[in-house]
């Protein structure tokens, strides 16, 4: 007796409209665009800080960039994944945690970046 496949999620339910479709596409674009930023902010910071400010403003900074960055970019596909199958089964789109996580690390480089500046970096 064969055992029979497992239908993949995404051709699970009723194929939505192709606009949603690409608009979802474009929104995890944006996301991993948004992360790659933050990730190459993060190495601009790492080479062209003054050495003695590397130490603790630069480092913090580079490390709050990259971290927020790279978490982006790695929940951009989960994300969208789960707002494909939510339209595929006409369900509605679930909220994500990760616009306060970007909001917060964007607010939090804010003010080392203005450092930064304000110290002749």
Excluded at 15 to 38: K, S
């Amino acid at each position: 007796m064969r055992r029979r496949r497992a239908t993949p999620w995404y051709e699970e339910g009723e194929e939505p409209d192709y606009r949603f479709t690409l608009a979802n596409e474009r929104t995890f674009l944006a996301w991993f665009r948004t992360g790659i930023a933050l990730m190459a902010g993060a190495l601009a910071v790492a080479q062209f800080v003054q050495p003695h400010l590397r130490v603790l403003a630069g480092t913090a900074l580079g490390v709050l960039l990259a971290g927020t960055g790279t978490l982006l970019c790695a929940t951009a596909h989960r994300r969208w994944r789960t707002v494909q199958r939510a339209m595929r089964h006409a369900r509605p789109l679930p909220l994500t945690r990760m616009l306060p996580v970007l909001a917060i690390g964007a607010s939090f480089s804010g003010p080392g970046l203005l450092f930064l500046v304000a110290t002749g970096s």
